[in-house]
């Protein structure tokens, strides 16, 4: 018992420490966004721009993190709405997810556009000065994000370090575009460093949108199909047959079973709790809903698209 309590205020210590590394990584990353918004203004430097549209979407993916974080501190406090949105609120980080995709692809749309009209037409002269100290200011701030989440528990908080690693990449590319403009005067490496970083970003975005909108069509994940569940299922001793079996995410990594099984009423009880055990050992699951039904059940209500495959 004492155990329990102790591994419980154990895991709430991280929770809270989670929580506020994340906060101050968020209050950096929003302001180092609106530094270079104001440094990009003033040197013209898209890459600084960039960087900035780098950052919001990492502040973005930092807050997704706190709300996930805070939701998981606070599962169980407001039994109402649980009982209206009986999953929880898994769906909010993947719907979050999607937005921020979205944002970022016509983001980068924007900064390819503009980057190649300064290549082709130079349509602007960059300050080097003031790109590189709002450069060397965000690597600052990012150092110490990093430094704050470099530890993290929970997993939506190790995604978050994630980001500030790329955050603190791209800042340093912009620091060195900025002093090789200072000595060479060459301003097409500002368009040039905006169409990378903005190139990066889209690889981000897209598998964002990719995966989110994989799990919001409650999809099979990767690797898993629904004639596995099957196979699996018919080795199950007294197991007739199976069908109507889907398999979702709710979110990343938690994956979800159900399954009609039929098998002689004798044997429900047996097949019930070995399916379980075969599906857990295999899938790491405990969201798993088996409907047990005997021939002549199936026969009289069988579905529609759900018949039953037997060889």
Same mark, same amino acid.
């Given at each position: 018992? $004492?155990?329990?309590?102790? #591994? &419980?205020? &154990?895991?709430? &210590? %991280?929770?809270?420490?989670?929580?506020?590394?994340?906060?101050?990584?968020?209050?950096?990353?929003?302001?180092?966004?609106?530094?270079? /918004?104001?440094?990009?203004? /003033?040197?013209?430097?898209?890459?600084?721009?960039?960087?900035?549209?780098?950052?919001?979407?990492?502040?973005?993916?930092?807050?997704?993190?706190?709300?996930?974080?805070?939701?998981?501190?606070?599962?169980?406090?407001?039994?109402?709405?649980?009982?209206?949105?009986?999953?929880?609120?898994?769906?909010?980080? /993947?719907?979050?997810?999607?937005?921020?995709?979205?944002?970022?692809?016509?983001?980068?749309?924007?900064?390819?556009?503009?980057?190649?009209?300064? /290549?082709?037409?130079?349509?602007?002269?960059? &300050?080097?000065? *003031?790109?590189?100290?709002?450069?060397?200011?965000?690597?600052?701030?990012?150092?110490?994000?990093?430094?704050?989440?470099? #530890?993290? $528990?929970?997993?939506?908080?190790?995604?978050?370090?994630?980001?500030?690693?790329?955050?603190?990449?791209?800042?340093?590319?912009?620091?060195?575009?900025?002093?090789?403009?200072?000595?060479?005067?060459?301003?097409?490496? #500002?368009?040039?460093?905006?169409?990378?970083?903005?190139?990066?970003?889209?690889?981000?975005?897209?598998?964002?949108?990719?995966?989110?909108?994989?799990?919001?069509?409650?999809?099979? *994940?990767?690797?898993?199909?629904? %004639?596995?569940?099957?196979?699996?299922?018919?080795?199950?001793?007294?197991?007739?047959?199976?069908?109507?079996?889907?398999?979702?995410?709710? %979110?990343?990594?938690?994956?979800?079973?159900?399954?009609?099984?039929?098998?002689?009423?004798?044997?429900?009880?047996?097949?019930?709790?070995?399916?379980?055990?075969?599906?857990?050992?295999?899938?790491?699951?405990? $969201?798993?809903?088996?409907?047990?039904?005997?021939?002549?059940?199936?026969? #009289?209500?069988?579905?529609?698209q759900c018949s039953s495959r037997e060889d």
């Amino acid at each position: 018992m $004492h155990t329990h309590h102790h #591994d &419980h205020s &154990h895991g709430h &210590h %991280h929770t809270i420490k989670d929580t506020r590394a994340l906060k101050i990584a968020i209050a950096m990353t929003l302001t180092i966004f609106i530094a270079q /918004v104001i440094g990009s203004y /003033v040197s013209g430097s898209l890459a600084l721009l960039s960087d900035a549209g780098h950052m919001l979407s990492d502040a973005g993916a930092l807050i997704i993190a706190l709300i996930a974080l805070t939701m998981y501190a606070n599962a169980n406090q407001n039994k109402e709405r649980l009982q209206r949105f009986t999953f929880g609120f898994k769906r909010i980080e /993947v719907l979050a997810a999607m937005i921020n995709g979205i944002i970022l692809l016509s983001m980068c749309g924007f900064l390819i556009y503009e980057s190649f009209m300064r /290549v082709l037409f130079h349509t602007a002269d960059i &300050h080097a000065e *003031p790109m590189l100290i709002t450069s060397v200011i965000g690597l600052i701030a990012n150092v110490i994000s990093a430094y704050m989440l470099h #530890d993290a $528990h929970h997993l939506s908080t190790r995604s978050a370090y994630l980001h500030v690693i790329t955050d603190l990449l791209s800042s340093i590319a912009v620091i060195l575009g900025g002093i090789i403009i200072h000595f060479t005067g060459w301003d097409i490496v #500002d368009a040039i460093l905006s169409i990378g970083i903005s190139i990066y970003i889209l690889r981000s975005a897209f598998r964002l949108i990719r995966s989110a909108g994989v799990i919001l069509m409650d999809s099979a *994940p990767q690797g898993i199909t629904s %004639h596995d569940i099957e196979e699996v299922l018919r080795q199950v001793q007294n197991v007739l047959s199976v069908h109507d079996i889907h398999i979702w995410e709710m %979110h990343p990594g938690e994956l979800s079973i159900s399954a009609h099984i039929i098998a002689d009423q004798h044997f429900h009880a047996k097949v019930l709790e070995d399916a379980r055990i075969v599906l857990i050992g295999r899938y790491q699951t405990k $969201h798993i809903t088996l409907q047990m039904e005997d021939a002549n059940f199936s026969k #009289d209500h069988g579905c529609d698209q759900c018949s039953s495959r037997e060889d």
